[in-house]
């Protein structure tokens, strides 16, 4: 059953730019709040930087921790953006309309905090340049048979890809609130919607735009998660992570929380902004039933990387898994992990009723994107920790206060930066809120009336 | 004579697409008249012929720039700077694969960017023939004509139901 | 073409057979007779010499019992292109049938576990039947019988509507088990359909996982890929897409069933055959980076034995065909709109993956020892005798001629799903440009 209201342009014009055009006093508060965290955060990196990386929790051999295991989580985040703008778009489907502009710009967000964490981690923040091939004059260059060298160059194609497919469908919006503005916000946006007039040319263009770049988007964004998680497998000090499942386990890893983590955003978006029109119960439904898919998708790889660490029945993998089960807290961990990530959202997403109700969805998405926290937590500390063939090299880890600041203000980043994007942009595409309308249509079948899309013949 | 531009606004697409076939009708050129709308239609909704244009030649531009970059970038920092590190040869394939694979697609996308503003005749210092109302829901029909043809042409648009004929400079 | 009529058409058509049927069916059995020779032959030979049945058994897997995933994921997906195929890629399940017994003999040549490192826990009776031997058996016969199940539940409708043209007695009067359309049966019967392909999915993938790690993987030793059975299962997807793309157009060019196999389902599963051939890609990659980057000798060692070594010229073509000419073909939409270029790129991508089911399992059956540690030495090709070419047509025809065969009884082509078409898709005209208004069942 779908429930909507016909709405004229003028209807949508004036609900999807009110964040723009009547930002409501909440959204002050909760920036100033957000802002706050972040400062603090601003404040812990001066503090390590000044202070030095003796201030966080690592010790031989747990050198990689806390950060680490954050930027692979923005990096997986931000994978939704194309997950859901690209895929559902080459394939037609209706209920992405919601959800594109909001997915990408969490992916534009979520990669620029995930680039932040390593140079946080580097300790030297300012010899972060030295990873871009730009000089000689030290008489080296960055060594591309490195992994790490991989990860910057796949991290830029995707923040700029995924920022240009941003503009070019932002310029028809541009072109709305260059029409109801005035004064220097409207030279603004004159500037921005680069002489926009909606020809039907200019239409036509954006929709082979939105099918080309999807299409070259769609294999960076799988790229880059793969390399990150090349980062990891490449080496083989740590056996755990030596294993040629880490890519494709990584991607859908990042689907799963990605696409969990915009309807978390959607259904805010919602109570936030007040778009009960246009953030409906058939798209969490149907966002619900993909995310079940993904889901899946996710066990099923991660059971292949469980089993084959036990497969073989190799020591160093062993010892890794026996700490994760036998041994507290980490056993504790993985056992939120696990009911966190799969065991509670997934059987509850098999009910209708739960997929069309915000307030679940809202809280079974936040369980997963806790979980899927705790497992990339779970899959660098342990195999770092029990790295050494020796056992009187092992060590332990645990994170420092300090740590846990930043990682929070990147929370506080990433939702105030998308506050800002909201106040001077739409965050649904209001071409597609309209192009609805136009493509709705209806059949009749006997009594029942069962709603259709116009399609090209 | 300088061109002048007619724009006619419409409440329906039937009426917008009454108003295409009218200038068809009169023997206006495809190139001569516009239609503008604030919500993507299908191709061909209004009648229009259908949009040629060349953009699937920008993207191949753009990756062929870029690969090349890259085997630059990955061979030549290997061979400047020739050192075995982790018993991989120095002028190792693998790694300039995925270097190249980045920086192809990376100027794949920017140059179809590129294309999209460039074939859309993008950007468009002055709006010219324009209204406001058309993000709000009317569709426009845009004629550019001699001075000479600036009545009949306005006939022929206020002949589809126009609820307003405004001419302009074209 | 009215309801009423595709019914009666479909069926004629089933039932009736026309001369290039009859010879196909003769010529394919004489095929799998000599196949039966070969097979005669080759016993008593070592285990090392039978990699090429392996890689037989695990192709006709690979690709007859993953072609009705494609109808069980384009259903979840409910889109309407997939309902003139549906039907062509269930049938391969009865595959199935005829692939069990090619695993019979590859039962009782599996080593032992005895000596290896592994997690498989040794039984007890009978001595030489450990685990994986029994999983492995139940998996396999529960994704034969649970495909067989998804085909019948799927096809009930078709056999009643069969009963009804035959006088309501024989054999449909069975199949159809008392059909008569109710509301209620279609209810159950999409719920049966949901329940049986979810599981038959995760069935399949469960297989793939267990026969690539026991069949394969297990008895190199030292070989630890944790990709690879997702890796078996990927090109099983595309092999599953590429045969049900070419029996699309067999169907549409010899069968005499263009009007019901549009272009459009050649154009969507031409789609879903790029994105495959694009994993393909991605898992081989995933996985040669990863042992390439690290140098350990034991990795490098099992680069050559499957990769680059003995076994090279396997691997290239199963490269070039499955992957590199696939993808360099499929991004040419005037390709993916041409029915007859989409099914020589499919029959390529077949012959591409055999070649591939080769390299991966000659090789790994032709280790005499599976018990050490890590591959210290890659031995020398094993090329293909008379018997393994026998073998393999054989195995070949047999699974083609069991699908013919079953065509008599089912129809290729789904009745009930066409007659549902007509209900959701309407055309509809949008001021001057003619649409297709497409009903979304809820």
Same mark, same amino acid.
């Given at each position: 059953m779908q429930d909507r209201r016909t709405l004229t342009d003028i209807q949508v014009n004036e609900t999807l730019t009110n964040t723009v055009l009547k930002t409501p006093l909440l959204w002050y508060v909760i920036v100033a709040f957000m802002g706050g965290i972040v400062?603090?955060?601003?404040?812990?990196?001066?503090?390590?930087?000044?202070?030095?990386?003796?201030?966080?929790?690592?010790?031989?051999?747990?050198?990689?921790?806390?950060?680490?295991?954050?930027?692979?989580?923005?990096?997986?985040?931000? @994978?939704?953006?194309?997950?859901?703008?690209?895929?559902?778009?080459? +394939?037609?489907?209706?209920?992405?309309?919601?959800?594109?502009?909001?997915?990408?710009?969490?992916?534009?967000f979520a990669l620029a905090t995930a680039g932040l964490m390593p140079i946080v981690h580097l300790g030297r923040l300012w010899r972060a340049y030295w990873v871009f091939p730009y000089d000689f004059s030290r008489g080296i260059w960055p060594d591309i048979r490195s992994q790490a060298v991989w990860d910057p160059h796949a991290i830029s194609t995707y923040l700029i890809g995924s920022s240009l497919f941003i503009f070019v469908a932002l310029i028809p919006d541009l072109a709305v609130l260059r029409d109801r503005t005035t004064g220097i916000v409207h030279s603004i946006y004159t500037l921005l919607a680069l002489g926009w007039r909606g020809t039907v040319r200019q239409w036509r263009l954006q929709a082979i735009a939105g099918i080309i770049l999807s299409a070259l988007l769609l294999p960076v964004f799988v790229s880059v998660h793969s390399i990150v998680s090349w980062?990891?497998?490449?080496?083989?000090?740590?056996?755990?992570?030596?294993?040629?499942?880490?890519?494709?386990?990584?991607?859908?890893?990042?689907?799963?929380?990605?696409?969990?983590?915009?309807?978390?955003?959607?259904?805010?978006?919602?109570?936030?902004?007040?778009?009960?029109?246009?953030?409906?119960?058939?798209?969490?439904?149907?966002?619900?039933?993909?995310?079940?898919?993904?889901?899946?998708?996710?066990?099923?790889?991660?059971?292949?990387?469980?089993?084959?660490?036990?497969?073989?029945?190799?020591?160093?993998?062993?010892?890794?898994?026996?700490?994760?089960?036998? @041994? +507290?807290?980490?056993?504790?961990?993985?056992?939120i992990f696990i009911l966190t990530a799969f065991i509670i959202p997934v059987p509850l997403w098999l009910f209708r009723s739960v997929r069309r109700s915000f307030p679940l969805m809202f809280f079974t998405t936040i369980l997963v994107n806790i979980g899927m926290w705790l497992e990339r937590f779970l899959l660098i500390i342990p195999g770092l920790m029990r790295k050494q063939p020796f056992t009187f090299s092992w060590g332990e880890y645990a994170p420092s206060v300090f740590e846990i600041i930043i990682i929070t203000a990147t929370f506080a980043l990433v939702a105030t930066m998308i506050l800002l994007f909201a106040r001077a942009f739409p965050l649904i595409p209001l071409g597609d809120a309209k192009e609805a309308r136009v493509l709705r249509d209806e059949i009749r079948i006997g009594r029942r009336t069962v709603q259709a899309v116009l399609r090209e013949e | 004579m300088a061109n002048q531009a007619v724009l006619g606004l419409y409440r329906t697409p039937?009426?917008?697409?009454?108003?295409?076939?009218?200038?068809?009708?009169?023997?206006?050129?495809?190139?001569?008249?516009?239609?503008?709308?604030?919500?993507?239609?299908?191709?061909?909704?209004?009648?229009?012929?259908?949009?040629?244009?060349? #953009?699937?030649?920008?993207?191949?531009? *753009?990756?062929?720039? *870029?690969?090349?970059?890259?085997?630059?970038? *990955?061979?030549?920092?290997? #061979?400047?700077?020739?050192?075995?590190?982790? *018993?991989?040869?120095?002028?190792?394939?693998?790694?300039?694969?995925?270097?190249?694979?980045?920086?192809? #697609?990376?100027?794949?996308?920017?140059?179809?960017?590129?294309?999209?503003?460039?074939?859309?005749?993008?950007?468009?210092?002055?709006?010219?023939?324009?209204?406001?109302?058309?993000?709000?829901?009317?569709?426009?029909?845009?004629?550019?004509?001699?001075?000479?043809?600036?009545?009949?042409?306005?006939?022929?648009?206020?002949?589809?139901?126009?609820?307003?004929?405004?001419?302009?400079?074209? | 073409?009215?309801? &009423?009529? /595709? =019914?009666?058409?479909?069926?004629?058509?089933?039932?009736?057979?026309?001369?290039?049927?009859?010879?196909? /069916?003769?010529?394919?059995?004489?095929?799998?007779?000599?196949?039966?020779?070969?097979?005669?032959?080759?016993?008593?030979?070592?285990?090392t010499q039978w990699g090429y049945y392996a890689a037989t058994f695990s192709y006709l897997f690979t690709v007859a019992q993953t072609a009705p995933v494609v109808s069980v994921a384009m259903r979840l997906a409910k889109n309407h292109w997939r309902r003139p195929l549906a039907r062509a890629s269930e049938l391969f399940a009865v595959v199935g049938l005829f692939n069990l017994l090619l695993f019979i003999p590859l039962l009782i040549l599996l080593p032992s576990i005895e000596g290896r490192n592994t997690i498989w826990i040794l039984g007890v009776w009978p001595s030489r039947f450990y685990t994986p031997h029994i999983f492995d058996t139940l998996m396999l016969v529960g994704l034969v019988v649970l495909g067989l199940l998804f085909l019948w539940t799927a096809a009930v409708p078709d056999f009643a509507a069969a009963r009804d043209q035959r006088g309501g007695q024989g054999r449909y009067a069975f199949l159809a088990m008392g059909w008569q359309g109710t509301v209620r049966q279609w209810r159950v019967q999409r719920a049966l359909l949901g329940l049986l392909g979810g599981l038959y999915f995760m069935d399949v993938l469960t297989t793939h996982f267990l026969i690539a790690s026991d069949f394969s993987m297990g008895l190199v030793p030292?070989?630890?890929?944790?990709?690879?059975? =997702?890796?078996?299962?990927?090109?099983?997807?595309?092999?599953?897409?590429?045969?049900?793309?070419?029996?699309?157009?067999?169907?549409?060019?010899?069968?005499?069933?263009?009007?019901?196999?549009?272009? &459009?389902?050649?154009?969507?599963?031409?789609?879903?055959?790029?994105?495959?051939?694009?994993?393909?890609?991605?898992?081989?990659?995933?996985?040669?980076?990863?042992?390439?980057?690290?140098?350990?000798?034991? &990795?490098?060692?099992?680069?050559?034995?499957?990769?680059?070594?003995?076994?090279?010229?396997?691997?290239?073509?199963?490269?070039?065909?499955?992957?590199?000419?696939?993808?360099?073909?499929?991004?040419?939409?005037?390709?993916?709109?041409?029915?007859?270029?989409? =099914?020589?790129?499919?029959?390529?991508?077949? /012959?591409?993956?055999?070649?591939?089911?080769?390299?991966?399992?000659?090789?790994?059956?032709?280790? $005499?020892?599976?018990?050490?540690?890590?591959?210290?030495?890659?031995?020398?090709?094993?090329?293909?005798?008379?018997?393994?070419?026998?073998?393999?047509?054989?195995?070949? $025809?047999?699974?083609?001629?069991?699908?013919?065969?079953?065509?008599r009884i089912v129809p290729v082509m789904s009745i009930w799903e066409m007659k549902e078409l007509r209900l959701y898709q309407v055309p509809r005209q949008l001021v001057r440009r003619r649409m297709l208004s497409l009903g979304k069942p809820d």
């Open positions: 400062l603090l955060g601003v404040l812990a990196v001066g503090l390590l930087v000044n202070l030095g990386q003796g201030l966080n929790g690592y010790n031989r051999p747990v050198m990689w921790a806390f950060f680490l295991t954050n930027m692979v989580f923005w990096i997986g985040i931000s @994978h939704a953006g194309v997950m859901l703008s690209a895929i559902l778009r080459l +394939a037609q489907a209706e209920f992405r309309r919601p959800a594109t502009r909001a997915a990408e710009v969490l992916t534009v980062d990891f497998s490449m080496l083989i000090g740590v056996p755990s992570w030596h294993t040629t499942i880490f890519a494709p386990y990584f991607v859908i890893g990042a689907v799963h929380s990605g696409v969990a983590g915009v309807i978390t955003v959607m259904i805010l978006m919602r109570w936030l902004f007040g778009w009960h029109d246009y953030i409906r119960r058939e798209h969490i439904d149907s966002l619900g039933r993909l995310l079940f898919v993904v889901a899946l998708a996710w066990f099923f790889f991660f059971m292949l990387e469980f089993m084959f660490g036990l497969y073989h029945q190799e020591g160093t993998e062993m010892v890794v898994r026996e700490l994760w089960l036998f @041994h +507290a807290p980490w056993n504790a961990i993985f056992v | 039937e009426a917008a697409a009454d108003a295409v076939g009218n200038l068809q009708q009169a023997g206006v050129a495809d190139h001569d008249y516009e239609i503008m709308t604030g919500v993507p239609y299908p191709e061909g909704t209004f009648g229009e012929p259908p949009v040629r244009h060349k #953009l699937y030649v920008f993207p191949f531009i *753009g990756a062929i720039i *870029g690969f090349t970059l890259a085997v630059v970038e *990955g061979a030549g920092t290997q #061979l400047a700077y020739p050192m075995v590190t982790g *018993g991989k040869p120095i002028l190792s394939i693998p790694p300039i694969i995925i270097i190249s694979y980045e920086l192809t #697609l990376l100027g794949a996308i920017v140059f179809t960017v590129i294309g999209i503003i460039f074939e859309s005749r993008l950007p468009r210092p002055a709006l010219g023939a324009y209204d406001t109302r058309i993000t709000e829901g009317l569709i426009g029909v845009v004629c550019t004509c001699s001075e000479e043809r600036v009545e009949e042409v306005r006939g022929l648009l206020q002949r589809a139901a126009a609820i307003e004929v405004k001419v302009g400079q074209g | 073409m009215a309801s &009423e009529e /595709v =019914a009666r058409d479909v069926l004629q058509r089933t039932f009736v057979k026309g001369g290039r049927y009859r010879q196909a /069916v003769i010529v394919l059995a004489a095929v799998f007779l000599l196949g039966v020779v070969g097979f005669i032959l080759k016993l008593g030979q070592d285990r030292g070989w630890v890929d944790s990709i690879y059975p =997702a890796f078996h299962a990927i090109t099983g997807l595309q092999a599953a897409v590429a045969v049900t793309i070419v029996t699309m157009f067999l169907l549409r060019t010899v069968g005499g069933y263009r009007e019901y196999l549009p272009m &459009e389902s050649f154009w969507g599963l031409s789609k879903i055959l790029l994105a495959l051939s694009l994993m393909w890609f991605y898992f081989w990659w995933s996985a040669f980076i990863t042992f390439w980057y690290g140098r350990m000798p034991v &990795e490098q060692n099992i680069v050559q034995l499957i990769m680059f070594g003995p076994y090279r010229p396997f691997f290239v073509t199963a490269f070039l065909f499955c992957c590199i000419f696939a993808i360099g073909l499929l991004i040419w939409n005037p390709l993916r709109k041409s029915p007859a270029a989409l =099914a020589a790129i499919a029959t390529m991508i077949l /012959v591409g993956g055999f070649f591939d089911r080769m390299r991966l399992y000659v090789s790994s059956w032709s280790l $005499a020892t599976t018990t050490d540690h890590t591959l210290t030495t890659v031995p020398a090709a094993i090329w293909p005798q008379v018997p393994d070419l026998l073998v393999i047509a054989g195995g070949l $025809a047999g699974a083609v001629l069991v699908y013919l065969l079953a065509t």
